[in-house]
Structure formats: structure tokens, C-alpha cells
């Protein structure tokens, strides 16, 4: 059971160039989101997707694009690379996206871009 | 504006030592306070989670207290291992669309 696959591992990007984080997972989970990590800045959530063919924005949306077009893959899209979009972004996915935290999210290892 | 407050940013506690990380959170609204442990090079993982009708959760060594009224709940770590050493984030939130992370705590647990 693999979980959370999140590729590449690392990107090296020249501002304005574009590229693609992937994110799959073999859990049958129907919510999955994509985080970013900054040093003192915690989690902050980009985008999400309660199930296949539904997206919605999360805290910090700017600068990204998201599409669901399977229950497994959630692709996080970078059209113009800027440097204030170097991170660590992080999927993450769970059964549902109901309250009360019965849906415990499960991460993926993390992609760390650099924007330069 | 960050929604929930963490600290310390740093923490040093000696093999067995008993480590705290404090919490604060402003939305009355949240119903979940999970924590997660995070390791260097891997995505975070859940460890210990409470809801807001009781005061503390205790699994293992690692007990959650969390005090309504004053809106803050805590991570306690007792018999500190090296093995702990991690970074703990604290969370709030009532659904995972609008989850709220704290800044993060880098626990080192010294032999």
C-alpha cells in the first residue's frame, strides 16, 4: 500500500517557466489538498478537492492550478514560477472532508521547489 | 493572520525530561485539535487528536490538554526520547477544508 505518491522529489525552476507537482493515491480517498511549508509559517492549504471533478481554493491559492479528473490524481499546476512560490508543498488526502476530524488527512514526503 | 498560535518555535529537553508545546487558537468554530509529528525529509503524520468535549486525551507517553474557555490546548511529551525528536505542528479546525496549522515546534531530545 504505497499511500501518498508525490513526484518529483525536488525542482529547480527559472522564474516564469511552469511545471506540474503530482500527487497520487491508492487509498480510494475521496478529499485531497495541497499544502505548502514555510519556515514559521506552519501548513497552509493551496487547494482541495472533495471528489473527483470538484476543486475549490484553500488559504493561499494565488499563483496555482488544480484539476481532479480521477478519484487518485490531484496535479498542482505552477503556470508562471515565481520565487515567493519556493517550498516544500505537500498532498495530502483522507475519506472525507466531514467535521469532528474523523477524517484524518495522510501526507505525502513532500516536494521541494526552488524558484529562482 | 495566523489563526493558531504555536510556541515554543525550539525546544531542548534532556533524555526522560517532560516536553510542552502550547497552542492557542481564535475560531470558536474549530471541533478538531490534532497534532502531528513530522520528520526530517517526510510529510507529517497524526498523533494524537482531541475534541472540544474533554480536557485531555492521553496515548502513551503523549497526552493532549486542552482548556476551552481560555482556547489553548497542549502537548505533553513525558519520558522524552531521542526517537521524539521531531518537529510538532498543532492544528485546528472543523473540517479538513479550513484546517489551521500552528507554525511548528523543533523538539530535540539530548541523550
Known amino acids: 500500500n504505497a499511500g501518498v505518491t508525490q513526484t518529483p522529489k525536488f525542482q529547480v525552476l527559472k522564474t516564469g517557466q511552469s511545471m506540474t507537482l503530482q500527487c497520487a493515491q491508492d487509498m480510494n480517498h475521496e478529499y485531497m489538498s495541497w499544502y505548502r511549508q514555510d519556515p514559521g509559517m506552519g501548513l497552509r492549504l493551496i487547494h482541495y478537492?472533495?471528489?473527483?471533478?470538484?476543486?475549490d481554493q484553500g488559504e493561499v491559492p494565488n499563483g496555482y492550478n488544480v484539476s481532479r479528473s480521477t478519484t487518485e490524481d490531484f496535479p498542482l499546476r505552477l503556470l508562471s514560477a515565481a520565487p515567493s512560490q519556493t517550498s516544500v508543498y505537500f498532498c495530502?488526502?483522507?475519506?472525507?472532508?466531514?467535521?469532528?476530524?474523523?477524517?484524518?488527512?495522510?501526507f505525502g514526503a513532500g516536494s521541494r521547489l526552488t524558484v529562482l | 493572520q495566523q489563526q493558531v498560535k504555536q510556541s515554543p518555535q525550539s525546544l531542548i529537553v534532556q533524555k526522560g525530561g517532560i516536553s510542552i508545546i502550547n497552542c492557542a487558537y481564535e475560531n470558536t468554530a474549530f471541533d478538531y485539535f490534532p497534532w502531528y509529528q513530522q520528520f526530517p525529509g517526510k510529510g507529517p503524520a497524526l498523533l494524537i487528536a482531541i475534541r472540544p468535549d474533554v480536557s485531555e486525551k492521553k496515548e502513551g507517553r503523549f497526552t493532549i490538554s486542552f482548556n476551552k474557555s481560555a482556547k489553548q490546548f497542549s502537548l505533553h511529551i513525558m519520558d522524552s526520547q531521542p526517537g521524539d525528536s521531531a518537529t510538532y505542528f498543532c492544528a485546528a479546525g472543523y473540517n479538513n477544508n479550513d484546517m489551521r496549522f500552528g507554525a511548528g515546534t523543533r523538539l530535540t531530545v539530548k541523550p
Open positions: 478537492s472533495v471528489g473527483a471533478g470538484i476543486t
Open positions: 495530502a488526502s483522507s475519506y472525507g472532508s466531514g467535521s469532528g476530524g474523523a477524517n484524518v488527512l495522510t
